[in-house]
């Protein structure tokens, strides 16, 4: 046992009013702002960092998606159709090449009818990198060629396959995912701005208004989305150009998905109106636009911005199962569920499996979103 | 009670008059009018128009009225079960979707069922071995299956049936009782054939009830009266059973009303991928080929299911809670 220490009594003089020093650290835990401590908060939600990271690189890599993908989103390769994914290999007959693939042999099985591709294991073929492939125009604007990775010199690297018209799967995966990951973000634009509205008369008028805004609510959430979704997008007039039929679509999402976001701007105004500060406001003669921009706004913005954020996902899937059926986006225009609308029958799967592959960005973008949704919910009140 | 149940029945038929209203805005949404473009198809395909049947059409739908009769016209008829008519297949509605109605009731009812009988025991599992591995285990496969949208994970299923058993696993009964009066034969086949669709479409719902039920259970788990019944010896099962699971049990039925518009959503899908003899995929094919009276009756039938689904729940929530009826 260490020793007891003697009893400390401090020989300074007693000084009530004497303000209590901090060490720098604690100063700049007491003196952190709402935002600071959300963000203490939320690095705590490992999970929801993962996600975060995995997000901001997806959205990073639709900026860049010319250079990222080694083909161009409709290069047609009429030799290679329904190719089956090659794989990226090091080690050649036991010594280290460098990343290469083996090139595919082409035979048409004559009593099948089915296409073989074999891997031809005699000659590896090396991938080029930061080089010259694919033409295509970045952004619509400026015509270029560089890619980060290229297929070999006459050869290919269908890494995930390819479609039935020979197109590389990976590559329209990466140009799908600016359509997929923006559709999103346009939709709870929309729904934000309504939801925030509508949502702030009921719960700034209260009374009749929101009583009547909340039956209106009450409706549009008993009613099935995706039929309506459908109903809505069959609607569409069928000779609007593809861009006009991408905002349709964007429109349609979030026309349906405000109430939630209304119903919790409406609640969160409510029990703020309440609230201690805000009641101190108005007794010191604050004006309602100052109460509604200083106090208002910044306690339930995080609450929203989380909700938001899951529901994002809801629009992705939304957007994906109606290019799925038929009647959300149509080719040109390439999304996650366009491509997955290739999957649909059943003999397509079975000997082209890899067509499938376009679910795993959907379900991975899905959790992410998730993920962050949940961990920005916990953060978003701070001081709990 | 009888007051209750009265303004519940009330706030129902609102709501149904408004969602109706709703479905004939988008039965109207296309641009033109439905017979213009009926008969424009019919002119583009070299076939003559009979004058006799537009007018037939015309008449029966009162398209040189004004909307409000228009609407009135189609309400009153789906009141009566006239169901419209369908474009596509020259028939009347209600001919045109034979026992497709009955199919995605037996589906819908099969899957709140399904829904119900796995979430409550896993959810109870859950809430009583908090942080147990078992618990932990479930918890994963929840977050899972909230995150994989259904009509993938049929798509899933329809591939590992092929390469497994090498069969498909789509459809809702047997080819050859396709086209046939309901017999054992063939309630028997659909009932095999039933579990897999049923399993996609809930498995969603199911995962959320799974969350709420054990969050629910847990807090009532926490409360004080529970520890005092433990400390004064009452039975762990009797004691879980008798109080927090009669409170936790009742946001458990509440859900299934939110529960329900995600179903009816998920059951449109899937039975589009799984080709289901159910309304989903003549909905799909309907809205394509802009037969909006078909869609219209379709999307009317699908809201009208969820919105009874909401009432039979609330007013299964008021026998359980007497709270609910007092207010």
Same mark, same amino acid.
């Given at each position: 046992m260490s020793e007891r220490l003697a009893h400390y009594v401090s020989d300074r003089p007693f000084n009530p009013a004497e303000p209590v020093a901090m060490s720098p650290e604690l100063e700049r835990y007491y003196l952190a702002s709402q935002w600071q401590m959300m963000w203490r908060r939320f690095k705590r939600h490992k999970i929801a960092v993962v996600s975060a990271i995995v997000l901001l690189l997806s959205y990073a890599s639709i900026l860049v998606t010319e250079f990222l993908a080694?083909?161009? +989103?409709? !290069?047609?390769?009429?030799?290679?159709?329904y190719a089956p994914p090659q794989r990226p290999r090091l080690f050649h007959e036991g010594s280290f090449i460098g990343p290469y693939v083996y090139p595919l042999k082409y035979s048409l099985n004559?009593? !099948?009818l089915k296409r073989e591709y074999e891997p031809d294991h005699s000659q590896p073929q090396k991938l080029r990198f930061f080089c010259s492939g694919d033409d295509y125009n970045f952004w619509g604007l400026i015509l270029g060629s560089f890619h980060v990775l290229c297929p070999p010199e006459k050869g290919t690297a269908f890494f995930l396959g390819t479609d039935r018209l020979g197109r590389d799967m990976l590559s329209r995966l990466l140009y799908g995912a600016r359509i997929s990951l923006t559709v999103g973000l346009v939709g709870i634009a929309i729904s934000f701005v309504l939801g925030i509205v509508i949502g702030g008369i009921a719960g700034f008028f209260g009374g009749r208004t929101d009583a009547f805004i909340q039956r209106v609510i009450e409706i549009l959430r008993s009613l099935p989305e995706l039929p309506l979704w459908l109903a809505l997008s069959a609607a +569409?007039?069928?000779?609007?150009s593809p861009i006009l039929v991408y905002f349709g679509i964007t429109i349609i999402l979030g026309l349906l998905d405000w109430p939630g976001l209304a119903r919790a701007v409406r609640s969160k105004l409510l029990s703020l109106r309440q609230d201690d500060f805000v009641v101190a406001s108005r007794m010191m003669g604050g004006r309602p636009p100052h109460i509604i921009g200083r106090h208002l706004v910044p306690n339930f913005m995080s609450h929203l911005i989380a909700s938001a954020t899951l529901s994002i996902p809801g629009m992705i899937l939304g957007e994906t199962a109606l290019s799925f059926l038929g009647l959300g986006l149509r080719p040109p225009i390439t999304s996650w569920g366009v491509l997955l609308a290739e999957a649909q029958n059943v003999e397509a799967i079975a000997l082209y499996p890899w067509l499938l592959l376009p679910m795993v960005p959907v379900i991975v973008v899905t959790l992410a979103f998730n993920f962050l949704g949940d961990g920005m919910r916990d953060a978003a009140d701070p001081y709990h | 009670m009888l007051r209750y149940l009265l303004r519940r029945l009330v706030t129902m038929m609102v709501t149904l008059a408004v969602i109706s209203v709703l479905v004939f805005i988008v039965i109207k949404l %296309? %641009?033109?009018d439905f017979l213009t473009t009926y008969i424009e198809d019919l002119k583009a395909q070299g076939e003559s128009v009979d004058q006799s049947r537009i007018d037939f059409l015309r008449q029966r739908y009162g398209l040189d009225q004004p909307n409000y009769v228009q609407y009135w016209n189609w309400v009153s008829g789906l009141v009566r079960g006239d169901l419209g008519w369908s474009f596509e297949y020259d028939q009347p509605v209600s001919q045109v979707v034979g026992d497709r109605l009955w199919l995605t009731l037996i589906l819908k009812f099969a899957t709140v069922l399904f829904v119900y009988l796995i979430a409550f025991p896993i959810g109870v599992y859950s809430a009583t071995h908090q942080y147990s591995w078992g618990d932990h285990g479930l918890t994963f496969l929840g977050f899972l299956g909230i995150a994989t949208p259904n009509f993938l994970l049929a798509l899933i299923l329809l591939y590992l049936a092929n390469v497994w058993?090498?069969?498909?696993?789509?459809? /809702?009964?047997? %080819?050859?009782? /396709?086209?046939?009066?309901?017999s054992w034969g063939k309630a028997k086949s659909v009932l095999e054939h039933l579990w897999v669709p049923v399993f996609v479409i809930g498995i969603t719902g199911t995962a959320g009830m799974i969350r709420r039920l054990r969050a629910n259970l847990l807090d009532e788990l926490n409360k004080q009266y529970v520890t005092t019944a433990r400390a004064k010896g009452v039975p762990e099962r009797r004691l879980l059973l008798k109080y927090p699971m009669r409170v936790a049990l009742n946001p458990f039925i509440a859900d299934i009303g939110s529960i329900l518009p995600q179903l009816m959503s998920g059951a449109v899908i899937v039975s589009v991928v799984m080709s289901l003899p159910t309304t989903g995929p003549m909905l799909l094919s309907s809205l394509q080929s802009q037969d909006m009276y078909l869609a219209g009756s379709f999307l009317m039938f699908l809201a009208a299911l969820t919105v009874f689904g909401m009432f039979l729940s609330d007013v299964a929530l008021a026998l359980l809670d007497p709270r609910i009826r007092l207010e």
């Open positions: 080694p083909y161009n +989103l409709h !290069t047609r390769n009429t030799e290679f159709i004559m009593q !099948t +569409l007039p069928a000779n609007w | %296309p %641009p033109g058993f090498g069969t498909s696993i789509g459809g /809702l009964m047997h %080819p050859q009782y /396709l086209d046939q009066a309901w």
